[in-house]
């Protein structure tokens, strides 16, 4: 009964939200020849062009940038944002991502993650997940499963400034112009074609290019003007995130999250002394954290990482007999843990929150367009996945654009960009749907569901090869 509901919700939500977001977004979208003549403020016709220098948009820049093939390529970068002078301050940033083995591999190939490391990064060697409504926990340690680290933190702001370090250094075949709010595209409407997509700048200038990608992020207007189906959710969650000063110095290399009734709440580890919060809670909730002062904050997190939670007498027993089943035969039992640190306080003005959503889109190509990163795929941050999805793009969108010119093909030949969107949809969509059972799982308190996810938390932990596979494909 309560699958069928369930399924229902999740049937209702997907109608709601499947939107046709296209319209192509200028006027004359399907007479794109009309426009091609240079207009008063045509500023020039590029190979590429992609629409927005986030971490993912930079990085494809600086990829295209490297690959001696691609390098040859006319490229312009168009991000919406000033161009703000990086400085390393002692505190450090409240916006961090939780980086995988592949984004280091990706990293290290572009040079990035050399400049990083001269920054700052914490490595993680240790990670606990435990359930506030029941004893059940899973860990992942590097020692048993990698032999290398189970994740990175790193500051967005530290990761960026490395990319445009590299991107500065690195062969000038990549323009960049901040301060660049695109207004519209008009897009090409056949494959294979010649006719060039128009970018329609906020201050009246035009450019052209071959190949348009869209590295715009979860709003992406290039996804709109692409009209493909764009399947989304809000999950009324916001991630309250800030610095944390812990109460006591430690080698600090594990990650620590807690499931509580309203969500995950994540501590990743920074230096010996701060963490950084991620706390995943419904929107009122999260206004009211940020609202309240400082000490009072760190009282209701403490709280909410220590806290007993009303527990159900059955997922009691259950769980306590399969512990005692799994040491009888010899399988890991998780009753050995470890204890979360305590947080003395948190650095002055460091609370901000961020709204938390679904979003998929159906494709992630179109005549002479490709998508990537947030633009393309959107997910809650429970996993840390969001950005080493839009990495793993970069690395496949440049291995297929470089296979296809050296074979000869075309800049926009559909060969090169179905392969780069069905290798990348073989690899997040399962991702997203992972993602999306877990939040669901964890956001119900009803008996029955505890109960499931405790047990299948409970044996998951004791199957290392299943944990192993977890792992592999999440450091993908
Ligand atoms: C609380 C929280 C915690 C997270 N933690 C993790 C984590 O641990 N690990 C992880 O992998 N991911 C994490 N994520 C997800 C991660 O932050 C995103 O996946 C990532 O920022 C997406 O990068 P992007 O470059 O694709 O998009 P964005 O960062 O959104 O960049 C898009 C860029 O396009 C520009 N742009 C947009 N429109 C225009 C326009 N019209 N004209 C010009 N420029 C434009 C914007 O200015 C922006 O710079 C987290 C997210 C949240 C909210």
Not at 18 to 33: N, Q, Y
Not at 40 to 45: L, V, Y
Not at 340 to 352: D, F, G, L, V
Request: hydrophobic share 40%; with cysteine.
């Amino acid at each position: 009964m309560l699958s069928n509901s369930v399924k229902r919700l999740f049937v209702r939500q997907i109608k709601c939200s499947i939107r046709t977001t296209g319209v192509r977004s200028l006027s004359a979208a399907e007479d794109v020849t009309s426009l091609t003549k240079p207009v008063e403020k045509f500023k020039g016709d590029y190979d590429v062009i992609i629409a927005g220098g986030g971490m993912v948009g930079c990085t494809l820049a600086c990829a295209m940038a490297k690959d001696s093939i691609l390098s040859n390529l006319k490229v312009l970068l168009l991000e919406g944002s000033p161009n703000k002078e990086f400085k390393l301050k002692t505190d450090y940033s409240n916006r961090v991502v939780a980086l995988n083995q592949n984004t280091k591999t990706l990293m290290t190939s572009l040079d990035v993650w050399q400049r990083v490391e001269k920054m700052r990064l914490q490595p993680v060697r240790y990670m606990q997940v435990w359930d506030a409504s029941s004893d059940a926990m899973i860990s992942f340690s590097s020692s048993e499963l990698l032999d290398d680290d189970v994740a990175y933190i790193v500051e967005n702001n530290v990761l960026l400034h490395a990319i445009n370090q590299e991107l500065a250094s690195s062969k000038n075949n990549i323009s960049i112009i901040y301060d660049a709010k695109i207004a519209g595209y008009q897009l090409p409407k056949q494959d294979n074609s010649r006719v060039k997509s128009h970018v329609q700048m906020a201050n009246g200038d035009t450019y052209t290019c071959q190949l348009l990608i869209g590295a715009d992020g979860a709003n992406s207007a290039v996804r709109k003007a692409m009209g493909v189906q764009y399947l989304s959710w809000n999950y009324d969650q916001m991630g309250v995130v800030a610095t944390l000063n812990l109460a006591e110095e430690c080698t600090n290399t594990t990650a620590w999250q807690r499931w509580i009734p309203s969500g995950p709440i994540a501590i990743l580890p920074l230096d010996s002394k701060r963490s950084s919060l991620v706390w995943c809670t419904w929107q009122d909730h999260a206004q009211q954290l940020l609202k309240l002062p400082e000490d009072q904050f760190v009282d209701a997190l403490n709280d909410a990482l220590w806290k007993q939670y009303p527990r159900s007498g059955s997922v009691e027993t259950v769980t306590s007999w399969t512990t005692s089943w799994l040491r009888r035969v010899g399988l890991p039992d998780g009753a050995a843990r470890q204890l979360p640190p305590s947080i003395r306080n948190i650095t002055p003005n460091s609370r901000a929150a961020f709204p938390l959503a679904f979003g998929h889109s159906t494709r992630y190509i179109a005549p002479g367009v490709v998508l990537i990163g947030d633009a393309a795929h959107r997910v809650h941050p429970l996993a840390g996945q969001g950005v080493n999805l839009g990495f793993g793009d970069v690395a496949d969108l440049t291995a297929a654009l470089s296979n296809a010119m050296y074979s000869g093909l075309d800049i926009t030949h559909t060969a090169w960009m179905s392969t780069y969107e069905s290798t990348r949809q073989r690899h997040n969509v399962p991702t997203q749907v992972m993602i999306e059972m877990m939040h669901r799982l964890y956001t119900v308190d009803l008996m029955p569901v505890v109960l499931a996810r405790s047990v299948g938390l409970q044996i998951t932990n004791a199957l290392q090869p299943l944990k192993k596979m977890i792992m592999s494909h999440a450091a993908s």
